[in-house]
């Protein structure tokens, strides 16, 4: 894969803060052409270096009015066993995102339910009716919040 330049830098940079931006505004925004622009963030789709571009939902406006973290700990754990897990809480509407983790939990699983019974019963239902599922934190999210700040991982900083 190529090295990604200054111009890619920029580019993914204003993507990083404002997946909606159009080719043209981000184009001006970087200086160049909107041709090259569109070609540079193909080749970075194509390389792997952009894989999605997101919206952020206010989930309380759809009626998700609880956020929540469930971490658990798999017992057996396998490659099967995480993958399978993966796959069947992905399908779920609550669902938000997962986390496949090192350390004390396998999972952080993050979640959007209607109200507190809504919360228990997807637990108890989705995650602790599982028998790989041997433990089950679930933590309340009072606000969430995302960074529109790329990383730099440039050597020199």
Do not use: W
């Amino acid at each position: 894969m190529k090295k990604l330049d200054d111009i890619d830098l920029r580019i993914l940079t204003l993507l990083y803060k404002d997946a909606d931006i159009t080719n043209k505004e981000l184009a001006a925004q970087i200086g160049i052409a909107p041709s090259t622009c569109l070609e540079r963030v193909k080749r970075m789709k194509n390389n792997g270096v952009i894989n999605n571009a997101f919206i952020d939902i206010n989930f309380k406006s759809i009626g998700g009015n609880i956020e929540a973290i469930a971490a658990i700990k798999l017992q057996p754990y396998s490659e099967i066993i995480v993958n399978q897990l993966r796959d069947d809480l992905l399908k779920l509407p609550e669902i938000i995102s997962l986390y496949h983790m090192g350390g004390n939990y396998d999972y952080f699983i993050h979640m959007s339910v209607r109200d507190s019974e809504h919360l228990r019963q997807f637990v108890f239902n989705a995650i602790t009716s599982r028998e790989e599922v041997t433990t089950v934190e679930t933590s309340l999210i009072f606000e969430h919040s995302r960074s529109g700040v790329l990383p730099n991982f440039d050597d020199e900083t």
